[in-house]
Every structure is written in C-alpha cells, then in structure tokens.
C-alpha cells in the first residue's frame, strides 16, 4: 500500500483514523516507518523513522568504520537533519522535531548509524489536522515530500559537504587517541594549546568570541602526535592533587568548567574538540537540601552531636558539607577516579579547618574531618586524583601535587612557590590519615513502585512518583535527552537485592548504549542522549524511598 493511498482514504475523517498509518512504506531511497500515532493533536506528536539500507545512504565504509566514527557521523546527520526538519517548521510547512545535541557529541536514538552502515533516523512530527479531522493531502506533503524529500533526503552522502563531513568523522580518531594517550601517559586531563574555553554565556555553550586562547604553560606542556592533526602542544595534567589557583575573574572556574565538560567529546569549532579529561571524572559540588540515602560519610563525618552515626547514614535534607562529602562518597562507590571541585561551590567547612580555627574549637567538638586532610591518602591509597579550583584557601598548598596559577586566564605553574609559602605559613594540623575504601550499597526493589509515573520534566528535573527529583547540581548532566534517558532508566530500575548499585546500574547502561531505543518499555521515543554511569548514579541517589539491601564494608 502506498502512504498516498491510505491518507487519501482517510482524508477528511475524524483524526482517529490516522492510526491507519502505521506502518512501512517502501520508496526507492528508504524506508518511511510509522511507528507511533498520536491519538489526538494535541497529543504528544507521533513518531516516524526514515530508514536508508547502506547501499541507499551511500556512505563510504571508511566513515563508518570505527565506533566512535559512527557516533560522530550519527552526531553530524542528525544535526543536519535536525536543521532541515526547522526549516520546515519556519516555512510553515509542518512540525518536525529531531533532536540534536548542543556542544557535546554524544550516541543518541534520533539518528543512528548501524555497523554495516545503514542509517536511521526518527523524529517526531505532528499530523496536520482540521480541528479534528484528518488533512490527507497536507500530511502526504509532509511526509513525502518534506520528511522524505528534504530532511531523510538531506541525509544521503551524496547530498553532503564532504570535507566537513570528513572533519568531523575523523576528529573521532585523534579523540580515541588522545584519551589512549591520557591514559598510557598517567594524565586526568590534556589542555591543547589554542583551545578557547569560556563560553558565549551562562545560557551558551557556545564558544566566546574573542577570548583569550589557552596557552600551555612550559612546565606542564606535553606533544602528543595525533593520527589526523598530527603533534599538539598543550597542558598536560597528571594524576595526583591539582590546584587550579589565581585571583578572582581570572579564569580558575572556566577551566574548572572545561575539565568538567573534558568527559564529552565536542563538535568541531567548540573550542574544546581537543580537551579532554578521564572519563572517570566527576564534579562534586555542595548540594545543600538534597536527601542522602544509607551512605557511609565517616571519612569525613565522625558522630553527630546527639549520637547519630554517620557510618549508614540518611537524611532527607543534608547540609553543605553533608552533601558535598555524600556527593564523593558516591562517586568513589561508583568507580570515579577524578574529583573536580570549585571553591565557589563547594561548602568552606568542608574543604577546611584551618590553624586558627583549630586553636579554638577542640577536634572532639568537631564532627568534619575536611577534605585537606583527606586529598592526599585519597590519591595515594585509593589511586583516586583530586583538581581544586581554589581562591581563597591556601592551606592545600600543603597537599598538592602541583599549583597550576593563572593570571589574566593564563596558567603558569607555581609549585615550588606554593610549596615554599605552605612551608614558611601557619601551620595546620593534619587531623586525620588514611582514606577507608569506599562502602558499596546494594540495592534491592522498591516497596511501591512509582511505574508509569517516572518522566523528565526538564533538562535537569525529574518526575517520580508523586516527588520532583532536582538533578540541577549535576554539571555533568548536559542533555535534555540524558535527563529523559536517565528518567526512563530509572523506570524501569529493578535489583535483586544481591548485586552492589555499580553493578545494576553498568548493567543497565551496556544494554541501552547498545540500543538507546530500550530506556523505554516501547523502544519509541527518538530523543533520548546516552548518560553516564555517574549521573545516572547520581539521579538514582537522590530517589525519594531507595531500598538498599545491605552495605558491603
Ligand atoms: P574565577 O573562577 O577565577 O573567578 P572565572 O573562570 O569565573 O574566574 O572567569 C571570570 C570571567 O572571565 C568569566 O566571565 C569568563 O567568561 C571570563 N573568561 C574566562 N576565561 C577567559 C578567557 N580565556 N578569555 C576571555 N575571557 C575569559
Ligand atoms: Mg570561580
């Protein structure tokens, strides 16, 4: 049957009708899918796949011929074809939705690139309607002649730009061989020279124009010879306890900001395409009000006064340093091997005690173990590297590895004279020693299951139940479409009650990174980013009711 067939049979009919739609149609340069059909127009729109078979895209084997290559130029064609599906939208033609990424290049569900090279893409359209009837013949324009024509169209490697196309697919390689290279080399993160760092604004992601260019300096400065760039210059930082230090509006917290994002990969022109951090890296910021669910926080949380144990701990709303120092207790639970934070946003008891303070108030009066007596065992018995952007708090010159100073946005090292100065200052007692090793929880099923009632309802809020679960201190969380990934994952979110969270939760990421379209019970929805194991950790701690079995010590 032909799509032109069906609509002009249901022309004119209550909107109902087009249900008749689901289903294939087959045209000589692809497949068009029905897979969802909304049941009224104001209903969430419907769901259509364009499909083109390897032969009918055309896309040379090299292009698509690693993963990361794949990922890239599925990034690279669903930004196309999200731009023709709004021009669409401008034209009045129709409302074509296809979702695409901001700054970040990331796996998603709104275009895929199979292995042998075929190409799918879905998006989501609304069908045109007459108050409530069926509008046959605009629907066939949108579906042929827009849909097919001009956003799967837009698709074919015939249609496309090659030397950008090429650009982009090949960055995949010199990235893969960088983040080899971090790893051999014993880095958390490499800064190539040239890199532009601040962004256009709060709101932006986009590169600022005009910046001041980073420039390595010579006593951190690393080549690495790259596959397609060839050699970079650029700051490389090892593992261990990193200062990022400087005078205010001097640029500690963009840096800060750009190793945060370092996990991503970025779309050529970012600014950042060649800035990369360890995968394993996580920001952790203080989170004042957030609830905190069995973790043990005795590293840095000894008895409470009025007895409560810290050990196994909960509350519904913790404070500034209770929830900085749960946010690094689970992070260690799920495996990171960087911690990045910011001064700025960090609770101040918590990174420190200083000498004053600790000629004043007894240690037995106080229940904080700070993070300055805790960096340095947590690198060298955990193997777990700590970055600090710090303006205030010169007492962790004492425990740093390296002091990296920047002044008017450019960094210098300033080691040996934070070393000299910690030596000669007032001196801190260290008050604690030793790092325990992390405690894994193990999770087992909810008494009450929230079920259907599990959504996004933002970029950085999700739905549970009857609660709204704030993910908004989340800095790694960059995708409104990682934010419905992870809302739908939790949905489905089961345990035995025998297994520890880490290892549910890599479970459940392997599955939906080999096919996105399993976050949802139905596999519809094309919107949807890959996220990482540490946010989607982080929005299952912060579930109201989490049932955990046992701790294992
Ligand atoms: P700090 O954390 O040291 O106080 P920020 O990182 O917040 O400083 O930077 C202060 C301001 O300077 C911000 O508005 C930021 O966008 C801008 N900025 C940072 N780096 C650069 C740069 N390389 N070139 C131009 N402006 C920059
Ligand atoms: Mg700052």
Same mark, same amino acid.
């Given at each position: 049957?032909?799509?032109?067939?069906?609509?002009?049979?249901?022309?004119?009919?209550?909107?109902?009708?087009?249900?008749?739609?689901?289903?294939?149609?087959?045209y000589?340069?692809?497949?068009?899918?029905?897979?969802?059909?909304?049941?009224?127009?104001?209903?969430?729109?419907?769901?259509?796949?364009?499909?083109?078979?390897?032969?009918?895209?055309?896309?040379?084997?090299?292009?698509?011929?690693?993963?990361?290559?794949?990922?890239?130029?599925?990034?690279?064609?669903?930004?196309?074809?999200?731009?023709?599906?709004?021009?669409? %939208?401008?034209?009045? /033609?129709?409302?074509? $939705?296809?979702?695409c990424? &901001?700054?970040? *290049? +990331? @796996? !998603?569900? #709104?275009l =895929?690139?199979?292995a042998?090279?075929?190409?799918?893409?879905?998006?989501?359209?609304?069908?045109?309607?007459?108050?409530?009837?069926?509008?046959?013949?605009?629907?066939?324009?949108?579906?042929?002649?827009?849909?097919?024509?001009?956003?799967?169209?837009?698709?074919?490697?015939?249609a496309?730009?090659?030397?950008?196309?090429?650009?982009?697919?090949?960055?995949?390689?010199?990235?893969?061989?960088?983040? %080899?290279?971090?790893? /051999?080399?014993?880095? $958390?993160?490499?800064?190539? &020279?040239?890199? *532009? +760092? @601040? !962004?256009? #604004?709060g =709101?932006?992601q986009?590169?600022?124009?005009?910046?001041v260019?980073?420039?390595?300096?010579?006593?951190?400065?690393?080549?690495?010879?790259?596959?397609?760039?060839?050699?970079?210059?650029?700051?490389?930082?090892?593992?261990?306890?990193?200062?990022?230090?400087?005078?205010?509006?001097?640029g500690?917290?963009?840096?800060?900001?750009?190793?945060?994002?370092?996990?991503?990969?970025?779309?050529?022109?970012? %600014?950042?395409?060649?800035?990369?951090?360890?995968?394993?890296?996580?920001?952790?910021?203080?989170?004042?009000? !957030?609830?905190?669910? =069995?973790?043990?926080?005795?590293?840095?949380?000894?008895?409470?006064p009025?007895?409560?144990?810290?050990?196994?701990?909960?509350?519904?709303?913790?404070?500034?340093?209770?929830?900085?120092?749960?946010?690094?207790?689970?992070?260690?639970?799920?495996?990171?091997?960087?911690?990045?934070?910011?001064?700025?946003?960090?609770?101040?008891?918590?990174?420190?005690?200083?000498?004053?303070?600790?000629?004043?108030?007894?240690?037995?009066?106080?229940?904080?173990?700070?993070?300055?007596?805790?960096?340095?065992?947590?690198?060298?018995?955990?193997?777990?590297?700590?970055?600090?952007?710090?303006?205030?708090?010169?007492?962790y010159?004492?425990?740093?590895?390296?002091?990296?100073?920047?002044?008017?946005?450019?960094?210098?090292?300033?080691?040996?004279?934070?070393?000299?100065?910690?030596?000669?200052?007032?001196?801190?007692?260290?008050?604690?020693?030793?790092?325990?090793?992390?405690?894994a929880?193990?999770?087992?099923?909810?008494?009450?299951?929230?079920?259907?009632?599990?959504?996004?309802?933002?970029?950085?809020?999700?739905?549970?139940?009857?609660?709204?679960?704030?993910?908004?201190?989340?800095?790694?969380?960059?995708?409104?479409?990682?934010?419905?990934?992870?809302?739908?994952?939790l949905?489905?979110?089961?345990?035995?009650?025998?297994?520890?969270?880490?290892?549910?939760l890599?479970?459940?990421?392997?599955?939906?990174?080999?096919?996105?379209?399993?976050?949802?019970?139905?596999?519809?929805?094309?919107?949807?980013?890959?996220?990482?194991?540490?946010?989607?950790?982080?929005?299952?701690?912060?579930?109201?009711?989490?049932?955990?079995?046992?701790?294992?010590?």
């Amino acid at each position: 049957m032909h799509l032109s067939e069906v609509l002009a049979r249901i022309d004119g009919r209550s909107y109902a009708a087009y249900r008749e739609l689901a289903g294939r149609f087959a045209y000589p340069e692809g497949e068009l899918v029905v897979e969802r059909v909304q049941a009224d127009p104001f209903a969430p729109p419907s769901r259509v796949c364009f499909r083109l078979a390897a032969n009918q895209a055309g896309f040379p084997a090299e292009l698509f011929a690693t993963a990361s290559r794949r990922v890239a130029l599925a990034d690279y064609l669903a930004r196309r074809a999200a731009r023709a599906a709004q021009s669409l %939208g401008r034209e009045g /033609r129709g409302r074509v $939705v296809v979702d695409c990424g &901001g700054q970040e *290049v +990331l @796996p !998603r569900n #709104s275009l =895929r690139v199979e292995a042998d090279g075929a190409v799918r893409l879905r998006c989501a359209v609304e069908l045109p309607a007459k108050g409530r009837t069926v509008l046959g013949r605009r629907a066939l324009r949108l579906l042929e002649e827009d849909l097919r024509g001009r956003v799967a169209g837009s698709l074919r490697y015939a249609a496309l730009p090659r030397e950008e196309l090429a650009r982009w697919v090949y960055l995949a390689d010199d990235r893969d061989f960088l983040r %080899g290279e971090l790893e /051999r080399r014993g880095w $958390v993160a490499f800064v190539p &020279g040239g890199a *532009v +760092l @601040p !962004r256009e #604004s709060g =709101r932006s992601q986009r590169p600022m124009a005009g910046a001041v260019a980073f420039f390595p300096p010579p006593e951190l400065a690393a080549t690495v010879r790259l596959p397609r760039a060839g050699p970079v210059r650029g700051m490389a930082l090892p593992r261990g306890v990193t200062l990022l230090i400087g005078g205010g509006f001097h640029g500690k917290s963009t840096l800060l900001s750009a190793l945060e994002r370092g996990v991503y990969d970025h779309v050529p022109d970012d %600014g950042r395409e060649l800035l990369l951090t360890d995968r394993d890296a996580v920001k952790v910021r203080a989170e004042d009000g !957030r609830r905190v669910t =069995r973790v043990d926080l005795s590293a840095f949380l000894a008895q409470l006064p009025g007895g409560v144990e810290t050990a196994d701990f909960a509350t519904e709303s913790a404070s500034g340093s209770t929830s900085q120092a749960a946010n690094i207790l689970e992070a260690l639970e799920l495996g990171a091997r960087v911690l990045l934070l910011d001064e700025d946003k960090s609770a101040g008891n918590f990174l420190v005690r200083d000498a004053l303070m600790q000629r004043v108030v007894a240690k037995d009066q106080e229940p904080i173990t700070p993070l300055v007596d805790r960096v340095r065992p947590l690198w060298e018995e955990r193997g777990v590297s700590t970055v600090l952007a710090l303006g205030g708090c010169g007492d962790y010159f004492a425990v740093a590895d390296r002091v990296v100073l920047l002044e008017e946005y450019r960094p210098r090292d300033a080691t040996q004279e934070a070393r000299a100065a910690a030596a000669a200052g007032p001196a801190r007692r260290s008050e604690a020693s030793g790092f325990p090793a992390p405690v894994a929880r193990v999770p087992c099923r909810r008494g009450d299951d929230p079920g259907r009632r599990v959504s996004a309802l933002g970029p950085d809020r999700i739905r549970y139940g009857r609660e709204e679960v704030d993910l908004s201190f989340l800095d790694q969380l960059v995708e409104p479409g990682q934010t419905r990934a992870v809302a739908d994952i939790l949905r489905r979110f089961d345990a035995d009650g025998r297994r520890p969270l880490r290892e549910v939760l890599v479970e459940f990421l392997a599955e939906v990174a080999a096919d996105l379209d399993r976050c949802s019970p139905q596999g519809v929805p094309g919107d949807y980013a890959l996220p990482r194991l540490y946010e989607l950790g982080a929005a299952w701690n912060r579930l109201p009711d989490l049932a955990v079995a046992q701790l294992l010590r």
